[in-house]
Nanobody, 123 residues
Framework: VQLQASGGGLVQAGGSLSLTCAAP????????VGWFRRSPGKEREFVAG????????VYSDSVKDRFTITRDRYKHTVYLKMNSLKTEDTAVYYC?????????????????WGQGTQVTVSS
């Protein structure tokens, strides 16, 4: 099962981007979804997660208060709105579905992954 991540691009520091993650219904409906990112030379890291019904969200400290994760269960889509972008947010962003109804920070608990979308923030 392949998730489709899209919406990346080039933006100046301080700007905004919105990422979208779409998946087949069976992959999404009852599962948590997380966004991760990998910057050049770094390990992949957790960015944000949302539980199966969209009620609970969790963020890494580095993006809290700047990024917002939401989901539309009817469209089987999860969004990541990124505001006040910084150069250190430059990375390939991936979405993934959790094996459970929740979205823990441990990527080992995620099963299906998208192909990634590049976000580049210029100074």
């Amino acid at each position: 099962v392949q998730l489709q991540a899209s919406g990346g691009g080039l933006v100046q520091a301080g700007g905004s981007l919105s990422l979208t993650c779409a998946a087949p219904r069976r992959t999404f409906s009852n599962n948590g979804v997380g966004w991760f990112r990998r910057s050049p030379g770094k390990e992949r890291e957790f960015v944000a997660g949302i539980n199966w019904n969209g009620v609970n969200t969790v963020y890494s400290d580095s993006v809290k208060d700047r990024f917002t994760i939401t989901r539309d269960r009817y469209k089987h889509t999860v969004y990541l709105k990124m505001n006040s972008l910084k150069t250190e947010d430059t990375a390939v962003y991936y979405c993934a579905t959790s094996r459970t109804a929740y979205s823990p920070k441990d990527e080992a608990t995620y099963s299906y992954w998208g192909q990634g979308t590049q976000v580049t923030v210029s100074s």
